[in-house]
């Protein structure tokens, strides 16, 4: 019994120092989303989708690529022609595929793209008031070389409803303080029956519009903070403007007039006057060829 008893209690005694408890525990399961072996749990998750909205470029790129679906979506059939390689049996689209391919082999023989043999021959026409798109055209330059201009052409047909409504929002942001109101604004003119429209046949015209919120916002921005940098903003608008489409330059020049020709004639200055001379240097610049 007395054994028995000093048995117990020594099982019973608590481990007192330079013994080892070799007592089994329990195994603690890692909480879930925390195993960096695994794919991460719902909070995990959550929480990583809250950081990327947060981040303004992130929130900037999903409304323009939700923007796109739309536009996508509004002109449907015209997103089949990407995959089957079809165009519109126009006049026009013959033109514009034709520049896609006349501006990608120019650049890849460092040529001017601004004269073509090729029309007229063998005297030759100037490209200057040709529906040529340079800008566009140096863009997709790539694409045109690797898939073909068709190709190019109905890319840019299917995002051009895309950066309309999002030219427009960014425009709208200045004076609408709800982001729905926003993105409403843009949505009723990028996808305005219109602009549609002329997307569908005349993707120059469609394409230049994008500059007329631009300028709208670039010319407000350079009122509300006079400077360097919003002064090269809207003179780079500007200039693109004129790589793109000529009759769309023309009215984004009209709107920007219409907003800084009575802030320049208000209490004028130099510091009103500088940066506004400079937006048209760098405007004039970039449009010179």
């Not at 536009?71 to 689209?93: C, E, F, M, Q, Y």
């Amino acid at each position: 019994m007395e054994r028995a008893d000093h048995d117990r209690s020594a099982q019973a005694a608590p481990a007192t120092a330079g013994t080892l408890d070799i007592t089994e525990q329990a195994p603690v399961k890692p909480a879930a989303g925390t195993d960096r072996g695994g794919p991460p749990g719902p909070p995990a998750r959550r929480r990583w989708l809250a950081r990327t909205a947060a981040r303004p470029l992130a929130r900037h790129a999903a409304l323009l690529l939700g923007f796109i679906a739309a536009g996508v979506v509004l002109t449907w059939p015209l997103a089949t022609n990407l995959t089957d390689a079809r165009l519109p049996a126009t006049r026009d689209i013959g033109a514009y595929v034709w520049g896609f391919w006349w501006m990608a082999r120019q650049v890849t023989h460092l040529a001017n793209p601004w004269f073509t043999s090729l029309m007229a021959a063998p005297v030759g026409v100037p490209l200057g008031f040709h529906t040529l798109m340079p800008l566009p055209g140096l863009l997709l330059a790539p694409v045109t070389l690797i898939w073909g201009p068709s190709v190019s052409y109905n890319l840019l047909v299917l995002i051009t409803p895309g950066l309309l409504c999002y030219a427009m929002y960014r425009a709208a942001r200045l004076w609408v303080p709800s982001a729905i109101g926003a993105i409403a604004a843009g949505a009723f003119y990028g996808l305005s029956a219109m602009l549609t429209q002329q997307d569908w046949y005349h993707v120059n015209i469609a394409l230049g519009a994008v500059f007329l919120p631009m300028a709208l916002e670039a010319s407000v921005r350079l009122r509300r903070a006079p400077g360097r940098r919003q002064a090269i903003i809207l003179g780079l608008v500007m200039g693109t403007a004129v790589l793109t489409d000529q009759e769309s330059a023309v009215l984004a020049a009209i709107v920007t007039g219409l907003t800084l020709l009575p802030w320049l004639l208000r209490h004028p200055s130099w510091a009103k006057l500088r940066p506004a001379a400079l937006a048209v240097a760098i405007g004039a610049v970039l449009a010179s060829p």
